[in-house]
């Protein structure tokens, strides 16, 4: 059974204080793992897919690596727009298999 | 991306009633997913809906409480059929568009 943990729960940091999210993961053959991005009362908004071990991808104060067993979700010199959940989703290999299995989420607070 | 949209975006209802969401997205795609996101919880699964054919559920799922139209291919409806209080809970269309899961904005439902 495919299953993605996410730590830590909550984390509170002081604008401009840099900080990683984990995102560990068990799969029967990866097909890509997802980042997403989710504001109160909305549907999660996509940020990244890495499909491999040692690929990384950036996009503003967010970078995200993989291993074969984690990924991690960079956050550098955060503002307090970034607050939001991060949620983490592996997708396994394989004909027909179009299921995400998804974290519960680190919610992310930025404090002025 | 796809840009998808939810009616309604959210509702009250009583229970032993039922409501249909509505999920439109701007461009034509196969596949379509339905989802729960409880309170504190990770995203949830309900069933994939391929166009011309029947929707595929998930464990612990049925298609007599969550009834799926797809008509087209932009276009599904989830029904929550004889709802109970249980059913309370946000619920998301997804869509796979070149190989990656968007998201709609949810419909939070409240059932009394």
């Known amino acids: 059974e495919d299953q993605v943990t996410q730590s830590p729960e909550a984390l509170r940091l002081q604008e401009g204080e840099s900080s990683s999210l984990n995102c560990s993961y068990t799969?029967?053959?990866?097909?890509?793992l997802f980042w997403y991005r989710q504001d109160p009362g909305k549907g999660p908004e996509f940020l990244f897919t890495?499909?491999?071990a040692g690929e990384e991808k950036e996009k503003e104060r967010l970078k995200a690596t993989l291993t074969k067993k984690e990924s991690f979700l960079h956050i550098t010199a955060p503002k307090p727009e970034d607050s939001a959940t991060y949620l983490c989703?592996?997708?396994?290999?394989?004909?027909?298999?179009?299921?995400?299995?998804f974290g519960k989420g680190t919610k992310l607070s930025v404090i002025p | 991306s796809a840009v998808i949209s939810q009616k309604p975006s959210r509702d009250i209802c009583q229970r032993g009633t039922s409501l249909t969401i509505q999920c439109q997205v701007d461009?034509?795609?196969?596949?379509m997913f339905w989802y729960r996101q409880q309170p504190g919880q990770s995203l949830t699964l309900i069933a994939t809906a391929n166009q011309g054919s029947e929707a595929t559920y998930e464990s612990g799922f049925v298609i007599d409480k969550f009834p799926i139209s797809r008509p087209n291919l932009t276009f599904s409806t989830l029904t929550v059929s004889n709802m109970s209080p249980e059913d309370s809970s946000i619920y998301l269309c997804s869509v796979d568009y070149t190989d990656t899961q968007y998201f709609g904005p949810g419909t939070r439902l409240t059932v009394l």
């Open positions: 890495l499909y491999s």
């Open positions: 799969v029967s053959g990866l097909r890509g």
């Open positions: 989703a592996v997708h396994r290999s394989g004909a027909g298999s179009y299921q995400l299995t």
């Open positions: 461009s034509q795609v196969t596949m």
